[in-house]
């Protein structure tokens, strides 16, 4: 592998909005804004969505309007006579 080709791997918080869980992994993303847990500074990056928060994880349904897709569709295809 070449020398001085690849970006810093360092440790990382990911902390969640909406619930304000934090994930401590390690990331190539940088931050300006640094927390030190248990004597390691990690780059803060706060998100919106996580898995805490995401549908795919939470099970959490929510309804789509296809309605006024289909109509829209409708009546841009519609044959002209």
């Known amino acids: ?3 001085d080709i690849h970006p810093d791997y360092q440790p990382a918080c990911f902390v969640d909005v ?3 869980k934090k ?3 390690y990331s190539t993303v940088k931050s300006k ?8 500074e990690y780059n803060v990056l ?3 969505i996580t898995m805490d928060s995401h549908p795919a ?4 349904k929510r309804f789509v309007d296809t309605a006024g ?11 002209r006579r």
């Open 1 to 3: 592998m070449r020398k």
């Open 18 to 20: 909406s619930s304000g």
């Open 23 to 25: 994930f401590l992994t």
């Open 33 to 40: 804004q640094k927390e030190t847990i248990d004597g390691v």
């Open 46 to 48: 706060v998100r919106d």
């Open 57 to 60: 994880y939470t099970g959490e």
């Open 69 to 79: 897709r289909v109509e829209k569709f409708q009546t841009k295809f519609r044959r």
